[in-house]
């Protein structure tokens, strides 16, 4: 069965612009979440949907939103892009909440900020 | 807090021969899994094992096993017969639960397979 889709895989945008990606996660799975992996920081939890509703959100300012839809195709959406969000933003997706459930993540997308 | 800390940020390994990346804990959660993923430089990451909190066993998937030691917080990734296509990133995570579900990861530790 097909994996974690994320869309676009590379991206160059200018600082104050905003940017948008996409997230397709596996068949039948119903959870969605987020990462930013930057060297510095390493990889950090952005946030988490379950069945369109934000279950859970990391420590980013309010510019980082995202949302999930009935399909469970997620997106987030960086506005007023700072240099510091040039990192992999990665997606994983969970067939749910159970403790045992595995995360699949996509390949990423790149984002550079210039 | 929830944290883990991998204190290896690089490892060479002979091919063939098995190698042991450390990974540790911090949790007050009776209930967590601990998961290990392979980053190789094209950025995807892959899974490679999970163990749960209450599991009595060790987990095995192929050639990775885990080591898990739960009185010292501690869930080592152990692969044995290295091949040059283990040269990547690994990263130890914990699945916690705080309103939702999330991972947090370490900081990753390189492995470079020589041949």
């Known amino acids: 069965k097909a994996g974690v889709t994320q869309t676009p895989r590379y991206l160059i945008k200018t600082r104050g612009q905003q940017v948008t990606l996409s997230c397709s996660p596996i068949?039948?799975?119903?959870?969605v979440s987020w990462y930013q992996q930057t060297p510095g920081q390493g990889l950090q939890f952005l946030f988490e949907y379950f069945s369109e509703t934000q279950r859970n959100k990391g420590n980013f300012p309010g510019r980082f939103s995202g949302r999930q839809f009935s399909n469970s195709r997620s997106e987030m959406n960086v506005s007023t892009l700072e240099l510091g969000d040039s990192a992999l933003y990665l997606c994983?997706?969970?067939?749910?909440?159970?403790?045992?459930?595995?995360?699949?993540f996509g390949s990423g997308t790149r984002l550079t900020v210039v | 807090a929830q944290k883990i800390t991998q204190t290896q940020p690089g490892m060479f390994v002979q091919e063939k021969e098995a190698v042991t990346l450390d990974c540790t804990y911090d949790?007050?959660?009776?209930?967590?899994?601990l998961f290990w993923y392979k980053q190789p430089s094209s950025g995807e990451m892959i899974f490679l094992i999970y163990?749960?909190?209450?599991?009595?066993q060790n987990a095995t998937e192929g050639r990775y096993s885990l080591n898990f030691q739960k009185a010292r917080k501690s869930a080592n990734l152990v692969i044995s017969a290295s091949q040059l296509g283990d040269s990547a990133m690994y990263f130890c995570?914990?699945?916690?639960?705080?309103?939702?579900?999330?991972?947090?990861f370490g900081a990753g530790t390189i492995l470079r397979v020589k041949s």
């Open positions: 163990q749960g909190s209450y599991d009595q």
């Open positions: 068949s039948g799975h119903r959870s």
């Open positions: 995570a914990m699945r916690v639960y705080e309103y939702g579900n999330k991972l947090v």
């Open positions: 949790t007050s959660d009776p209930s967590y899994g």
């Open positions: 994983a997706s969970s067939l749910g909440q159970r403790q045992n459930y595995g995360y699949t």
